[in-house]
């Protein structure tokens, strides 16, 4: 018998992989101008900073069949927005009036080098000011949603 694998539609993936519905959600909102490269960067960066402070997060440790290990990681799916400059600033607005655990990223931290000039750089910006290009959250899943109100869904 021959079997056909097929991938399927993006909504078909987004169905199976969000069979369970998690009570809480964690979210991260990219500037839509950002190139692939920063994209993938930032979203690393971002989501672990949620892993660091919210503990509860994080699952089991893996292990293969064959008795190798591997980290534990998210133990709920981690969806990925875009939005503009203005949907990103009311995002963090609103990230800030409601008390969410979160991350930034600024278009500063392009162009450092390593983790204390990147503490620098933000230290450096008043909040109303910062060029923020990505933002993680993470709370009850109608909090999340109200603070990324107008961003889509990353293609």
């Known amino acids: 018998m021959q079997t056909t694998y097929k991938t399927g539609t993006y ?23 950002l190139e692939t490269w920063q994209r993938l ?10 892993g ?11 292990q293969d069949a064959d008795d190798v290990p ?9 969806l990925v927005f875009e939005g503009t400059k203005e949907i990103m600033t009311a995002a ?14 600024t278009g500063d931290l392009f162009a450092t080098g390593h983790d204390d000039a990147n ?3 933000v230290r450096a910006v008043p909040t109303a000011d910062l060029d923020l290009v990505g933002l993680a959250v993470h709370g009850p899943r109608n909090a999340v949603d109200k603070v990324l109100k107008g961003a889509r869904m990353h293609p």
């Open 11 to 33: 909504a078909d993936r987004q169905s199976q992989s969000m069979s369970t519905r998690f009570d809480t959600k964690i979210a991260v909102l990219l500037r839509e101008d």
């Open 41 to 50: 960067n930032v979203t690393a960066f971002l989501v672990s900073g949620l």
């Open 52 to 62: 660091s402070q919210v503990p509860e997060l994080i699952g089991e440790p893996y």
């Open 70 to 78: 591997y980290l534990p990681m998210f133990r709920q799916p981690v």
């Open 92 to 105: 963090h607005t609103r990230a800030l009036s409601r008390a969410l655990p979160r991350a930034l990223f």
């Open 119 to 121: 503490r620098a750089a």
